[in-house]
């Protein structure tokens, strides 16, 4: 069963959020397994992040190297609002 995550973190500015980009990168994390779609919105100068992920696993698993890089760019990260995903429609 396919989970959304949507992440909201005070002070992940549009900078922050390329930084983290190019260090998931560097870690050979830039598109883990298990994720689907990855959206960053943009709003009031901070970035909201929406992901799909196949499993809790194998997010979480993505989070022992996420969390490193955010905590290092001085995000206090809180819990996403997490829910199962009904539909998806491209295009």
């Not at 830039?30 to 959206?39: A, Y």
């Not at 009031?44 to 194998?58: H, K, R, T």
């Amino acid at each position: 069963m396919a989970l959304g995550f949507y992440f909201v973190n005070p002070g992940f500015t549009k900078e922050k959020y390329a930084d983290a980009l190019a260090q998931l990168e560097a870690a050979g994390a830039g598109s883990p397994k298990g994720r689907t779609f990855h959206v960053g919105l943009e709003s009031d100068g901070e970035i909201q992040v929406f992901d799909i992920w196949e499993s809790q696993e194998e997010f979480e698993a993505f989070g022992a190297t996420l969390m490193p890089i955010l905590a290092g760019l001085g995000l206090e990260v809180g819990e996403p609002m997490v829910s199962q995903v009904h539909n998806v429609i491209k295009g």
